[in-house]
């Protein structure tokens, strides 16, 4: 009885591969991508950029301000 469940376990699972790799074949290759270009051929770069990091941190015009206190560190010194 056991060996029937597993065969019958087994075989659905089968079945259940084969039903979702179907529609998988069905589909055809998508083109590549092609950047936008300007007149002259070159690469069209205008639009929205954004740092996503800290990379853009404080490149800003902005009054000049003391640097940072430093005290004494374990390794070395630390801003206070």
């Known amino acids: 009885m056991k060996t029937v469940i597993v065969a019958l376990v087994a ?8 039903a979702a790799a179907i529609p998988l074949a069905g589909q055809g290759p998508t083109a590549a991508y092609r950047a936008p270009r300007t007149p002259d051929g070159k690469p069209d770069l205008n639009g929205m950029w954004q740092a996503l990091n800290e990379a853009n941190y404080d490149i800003e015009m902005h009054m000049a301000r003391p640097a940072l ?3 004494a560190g374990p390794y070395g010194p630390v801003p206070a």
């Open 11 to 18: 075989a659905a699972c089968g079945a259940l591969i084969t």
């Open 69 to 71: 206190a430093l005290r």
